[in-house]
């Protein structure tokens, strides 16, 4: 008799092009070993029982299945993750005083703090900053340990020489400390002057990339061409681009239109075409039964959009450099657009966008007039 709650897990198994395939192979595949286990109430069916598996493809894969089914109740993953891993890092502290430090820095300071995106998850690249932060905190805390000192007696010799590597990063958790009364034998350096943006792809380069991708069927998949075109002529970051959904794309008197701002942005023909042909991929397996039709980039998971790095990874590989051809994205659309309205468009705030016009010598003072 199986459990009514994986019922649809079961569907999704026996509709694929081949079951007896699956069925011949189910003990080579961890992810329904472990979903046998869950149907034998060997493993109880729950968050917190995956939680305290090692997380590897199989576990994740299969908690993305059992949620897209009904099975689990629906979660932010980047979320519970980094709660965890704060968790984890901070029971690693010897130290009472500074495992408490340690504690209320990472949960109030660092993921107190982390941005949700639009659809209200903690983004893949927002997690990882935090994780960052983290750790930058706790090797700070092992610096001071092993030399000897705490967080009341620390010198200025042994502060300057962990800022000396990294410095904007490493002075966050110290300014943090400092304004909670610690520290106090140190005094900090005056912040840095932002430098700017790189930009050092050639823009011509970066125009016949995008006729390629645009013309050229074979240049790339049509997932990677929209992609690429959507990094090289608005300047979206893979982290945003992988968030996109059915619901972005509208379409008024035969023109396609997306919303990558607050503004839907025309989109060029035949770029039109590449964003209008997606979702083209569907995860494999029982997954591609419970795909989430609503993402253009579809993951490998039930339910789930492609992750950023995943993107990423395929956009170097078409000689894309997020950062680099984004800036350069930005300093085009800042010379031949007034701030606020390629601000509204393409995402950015109108002060990213007004110091962008002035990275091009671009001088809009007239328009707010004009309009």
Known sequence: MIRPELQPVRDALTELERPRSLLNNWHNLASLRLLTSIAQSEVDLSHDALDARPQVFSVTYLRALLVAAG????????????????????????????????ARYARWHVVGRAKADRHGRIAPNAAARCRGDIDIARAFLDHLVSAGHDLDDCPQAHLDAWITTDRSRRLAFVRWLKRGGYLRQVWLPDPVPAKDPAHDV??????????????????ASVEDRAAACLILLYAQPVAKIVRLTVDDI?????ETYLRLGAEPLLLI???????????????????????DSRWLFIGK?????????????????????????????????????????????????????TRWAGLAGASWNRYAAWR
């Not at 050639?202 to 240049?219: C, F, M, T």
């Not at 509208?250 to 035969?254: K, P, S």
């Not at 309205?341 to 393409?346: I, K």
């Open 71 to 102: 099975a689990l109740p629906p979660r932010d993953e980047n979320a519970a993750r980094l709660h965890r891993y704060a968790t984890e890092v901070v029971a690693q502290v010897i130290d009472p005083e500074m495992r408490g430090v340690l």
């Open 202 to 219: 050639d823009a011509e380069d970066q125009l016949a990339l995008v006729r390629a991708l645009l013309h050229e069927p074979d240049s």
């Open 250 to 254: 509208q379409t008024r008197a035969g």
């Open 269 to 291: 023909p035949p770029l039109d075409k590449l964003v209008t042909a997606l979702p083209v991929a569907k995860p494999f397996g029982a997954a591609s039964r419970l795909a």
């Open 301 to 353: 998971s039930a339910g789930t959009h492609l992750h950023p790095a995943s993107l990423l990874r395929r956009m170097h590989h078409l000689g894309v450099t997020s950062r680099a051809s984004r800036n350069t994205a930005l300093l085009h659309l800042a010379s031949t657009t007034p701030p606020a309205v390629f601000a509204s468009l393409v995402g950015v705030s109108i002060g990213t966008a």
